[in-house]
């Protein structure tokens, strides 16, 4: 049996919720709903004095915006953000979900530009050795270059080396870390294939079979699925833009803190 209907809060003409009622309008089940407010995605429900919860239409808001982050960043980045937009401002509420936006587009453009080195490594790969790029120095990148780029810390990069996934070169008696063109190359193919929760055996095994067609077959796939999926988390943040849009504008109602 349901939980029973609390006396009305909020005003006569507006009828408490129950959990069961949260529940199918949010796509939760009843004991995750539960679970999200122990967790503090959404506020905690008012109490009637017989103990029941009674619930607001905010807080099916709060869960559908939950939903649409947690598919876009997991849900643990999702529980902070929408604690974020519950208690900060307007301003900073609506930088944090632009923030969201910003890192799908950039996770977006960094599997496209794997993709475009992987098709230059094909390419490279059906060129005479002798009509390749031989001015590549100028596109070479230091390690801490590198790490920006890709948005990794070089201690990953050094760890990928170790590994026989990125090989670099040296160019000083300090051992400090050159890469070239194709270093680079196979530097996006590895963040992308990383990024997919690909094991380092996996990536290694890829890696070293990039000349071959079974190589160049297995990353395209692996490539088009992260764009795939980075577009269907994109889909669902936008989605989700309209309740979103509720928790930002009752994060505005709040008196201003100075």
Not at 161 to 180: C, F, I, K, M
Not at 191 to 201: F, N, V
Not at 216 to 228: G, I
Request: charge should be neutral; glycine fraction near 8%; aromatic fraction near 4%.
């Amino acid at each position: 049996m349901g939980e029973p209907v609390d006396e009305p809060v909020g005003g006569p003409h507006r009828a408490p919720l129950r959990t069961a009622d949260v529940a199918r309008e949010s796509g939760y089940s009843v004991q995750q709903v539960r679970d999200l407010e122990r967790l503090g995605v959404i506020p905690p429900a008012a109490r009637s004095s017989n103990g029941y919860r009674s619930y607001a239409p905010q807080h099916v808001q709060a869960l559908r915006a939950y939903r649409g982050l947690a598919g876009a960043v997991g849900p643990v980045v999702a529980r902070q953000l929408l604690a974020e937009l519950r208690t900060g401002t307007v301003t900073e509420a609506a930088s944090a979900v632009n923030e969201v936006h910003v890192r799908l587009a950039r996770e977006r453009e960094e599997a496209l530009r794997a993709q475009q080195a992987l098709y230059a490594i094909r390419a490279e790969a059906d060129t005479p050795e002798s009509e390749r790029d031989s001015g590549q120095d100028s596109d070479a990148m230091t390690i801490t270059e590198l790490s920006r780029a890709l948005g990794v810390r070089p201690s990953t990069l050094r760890f990928w080396e170790q590994e026989g996934l990125v090989t670099p070169e040296r160019v000083t008696s300090l051992r400090a870390r050159r890469y070239d063109l194709p270093a680079i190359r196979t530097a996006r193919i590895v963040a992308a294939l990383r990024s997919t929760g690909y094991g380092i055996p996996a990536v290694r095994e890829i890696v070293a079979s990039l000349r071959q067609l079974d190589g160049v077959e297995e990353a395209q796939r692996v490539l088009r699925e992260r764009l795939d999926q980075i577009a269907l988390r994109a889909v669902g943040l936008l989605r989700a833009g309209t309740d979103l849009a509720a928790v930002v504008t009752a994060a505005g109602q709040e008196p201003a803190t100075t």
